[in-house]
Nanobody
Framework: QVQLVESGGGLVQPGGSLRLSCVVSGSIFSIGAMGWYRQAPGKQRELVAAITSGGSTNYTDSVKGRFTISRDTAKNTVYLQMNSLKPEDTAVYYC??????????????WGQGTQVTVSS
């Protein structure tokens, strides 16, 4: 079994920063792409940022220049550094990872989510 555990969410004032972490544990042969999604109340879940196993990244337009996704392969961990936070960044943030349990089988897993609230 595979688990994704997020941490680092909380309440922050506009203009502040937070760093989210997501640790993948369990039956892991390798990890492919990893990403962060968010879902605000009444809205669909959206991709915020993603990073491939090779380190290529992409971001949704609204966070470009403010958020940075990175990963530590040795620790099976993905991070999301969020700077210059805005009230519209308020959402539950979910980690997603494409986990290979063997050379022939992969499956996408989700974390439980961590709340980020940007408010004065």
């Amino acid at each position: 079994q595979v688990q994704l555990v997020e941490s680092g969410g909380g309440l922050v004032q506009p203009g502040g920063s937070l760093r989210l972490s997501c640790v993948v544990s369990g039956s892991i042969f390798s990890i492919g792409a990893m990403g962060w999604y968010r879902q605000a109340p009444g809205k669909q879940r959206e991709l915020v940022a993603a990073i491939t196993s090779g380190g290529s990244t992409n971001y949704t337009d609204s966070v470009k220049g403010r958020f940075t996704i990175s990963r530590d392969t040795a620790k099976n961990t993905v991070y999301l550094q969020m700077n210059s936070l805005k009230p519209e960044d308020t959402a539950v943030y979910y980690c997603n990872a494409d986990v290979w349990s063997s050379r022939w089988w992969s499956e996408a897993y989700w974390g439980q989510g961590t709340q980020v609230t940007v408010s004065s």
